[in-house]
């Protein structure tokens, strides 16, 4: 059975699609992330970062991933951890800001967050960390803290936290990109990542009906990961409405766990870093002291 066969152009969609030989690049129906999206690395652009303060300097955008580490950086220090102070400075995707060199001297990959630890453990150069999942753990094994020690809380904790690494580009790139942002309706498409995120959603309830965090009875860098992606879909706060789309009331595990997680000061504190969408009382644009939150989100600064 031939392609032709098996795919009649009639029936594809756009209707007389027919799969090329060669792959190229389609710069006129990509969607709402056309004009930054590209299939070669590198930067565009010379542009040097901005250095702050603190020894730790965030280059990021307050998305799921961008939030998984300012909520890090809250929760370390309202622990009480002070070297955790921070400079977060806003990265700016869609305007390309990823693409310049200084950035990409960060990460390869161009993609938020990064981070540079100006004072290493070591003692030695700065280093640069990449991924978000790779920060959590840097941070986490840097100050001793959410990342538990004892062997099987630790390796739970881990599981988790890659979980969520591999589950959540189904979630956003998969689900997200085709439900909100692709510029058509694909049933099919629609159809197999909602599928896809609801079994996702029902492995979070199912193991939150026996354990009150994601690795047992101890808050870790897991539900940091995991809450951003999940939690934000939980409350209805994803996608254009998404939550109604997929039921996310029917999950109660996971509903009581997003609640626990959204009243800790510090989860809220971390989600407004480098937000740039919502309300501006929620939005801190750069967070540079923690007495930004009092004087520079935009509604204090008049801006939207």
């Not at 995707?93 to 540079?116: C, E, W, Y």
């Not at 099987?152 to 881990?158: K, M, P, V």
């Not at 009150?212 to 951003?228: F, L, S």
């Not at 998404?242 to 971390?270: C, H, M």
Request: no cysteine.
């Amino acid at each position: 059975m031939t392609d032709e066969t098996k795919f009649p152009p009639e029936k594809n969609f756009p209707a007389g699609y027919v799969l090329p030989k060669v792959w190229s690049a389609d710069t006129e129906t990509g969607g709402a992330f056309a004009s930054i999206n590209r299939p070669i690395a590198g930067p565009t652009h010379e542009k040097v970062l901005p250095v702050g303060k603190h020894p730790l300097q965030l280059y990021s955008l307050g998305t799921p991933n961008g939030v998984k580490v300012t909520i890090m950086l809250e929760e370390l220090l309202a622990a009480g951890h002070s070297g955790a102070e921070y400079d977060a400075w806003l990265i700016k995707i869609g305007d390309g800001d990823q693409f310049g060199s200084g950035f990409v001297d960060v990460n390869p990959n161009s993609k938020i967050p990064a981070l540079m630890d100006h004072a290493p453990k070591d003692g030695g150069a700065p280093v640069r960390v990449f991924e978000s999942a790779s920060i959590l753990v840097y941070l986490a094994e840097k100050f001793g803290a959410f990342l538990p020690t004892e062997l099987r809380a630790r390796t739970e904790t881990l599981n988790w936290l890659f979980w969520q690494m591999g589950s959540a580009p189904f979630l956003g790139g998969g689900f997200g990109h085709f439900y909100a942002y692709a510029p058509m309706k694909i049933e099919y498409a629609i159809n197999r990542y909602a599928m896809e995120v609801k079994r996702q959603i029902d492995v979070l309830d199912r193991h939150l009906a026996d354990n009150e965090y994601m690795a047992g009875a101890e808050y870790t860098i897991a539900d940091m990961a995991i809450w951003p992606w999940y939690g934000r879909l939980a409350a209805n706060s994803s996608y254009e409405d998404a939550g109604s789309f997929l039921s996310v009331e029917e999950y109660d595990n996971v509903q009581r766990w997003t609640k626990l997680i959204n009243e800790r000061p510090a989860a809220q504190r971390g989600s407004m870093v480098n937000k740039t969408s919502g309300e501006p009382s929620k939005q801190l644009h750069e967070r540079h002291d923690a007495l930004d939150f009092e004087t520079k989100t935009q509604d204090k600064l008049g801006g939207a």
